[in-house]
């Protein structure tokens, strides 16, 4: 997660070319993850996807537009599935009538990630959900709106 957030932070700059090199190293490393805490593992894919977002946008700024559509689709994809899943766990828990997950107080500030199952490839669209659920910088906001509008 950590890795990912460099490269989330680093395609908010004008390197992008190492912007672009960190994000797709850890992506990959993201795709062959394995582990018993669900709830971890979702976060992993959350902000795995992302990733995706933050590089889609630069590719997307840098006129790679078939690279962009590419980790997009992908983004998009990841994410889906990662919301089909949790859909589908938790209609599983109210069928057997287990205990929901223990619901965790947040504190104003952390160094991890807090998005998880709640991310998907339209909240990218919402200005609001970029700038203040995911802190993302001014310029990489710009870049992912342009990507998502399809805009130059």
Not at 80 to 86: G, R
Not at 115 to 133: A, D, L, P, Q
Not at 136 to 145: D, G, H, I, R, S
Request: include cysteine.
């Amino acid at each position: 997660i950590a890795e990912l957030d460099a490269g989330i932070d680093l395609a908010a700059t004008d390197d992008v070319k190492e912007a672009r090199k960190l994000l797709e190293g850890a992506i990959k490393k993201t795709t062959s993850i394995e582990g018993n805490d669900v709830q971890l593992l979702q976060r992993v894919i959350a902000k795995e996807g992302e990733a995706r977002l933050a590089l889609a946008s630069i590719l997307w700024s840098g006129d790679d537009r078939a690279a962009a559509e590419a980790q997009l689709g992908e983004a998009c994809s990841r994410l889906e599935q990662l919301q089909v899943d949790a859909d589908a766990r938790e209609a599983q828990r109210k069928k057997t009538g287990a205990m929901p997950p223990a619901k965790v107080k947040k504190l104003a500030f952390t160094i991890d990630d807090t998005v998880g199952t709640e991310c998907s490839c339209s909240r990218f669209k919402n200005e609001k959900f970029v700038s203040e659920t995911l802190l993302w910088p001014t310029p990489l906001q710009e870049k992912v709106a342009k990507l998502t509008k399809l805009g130059k």
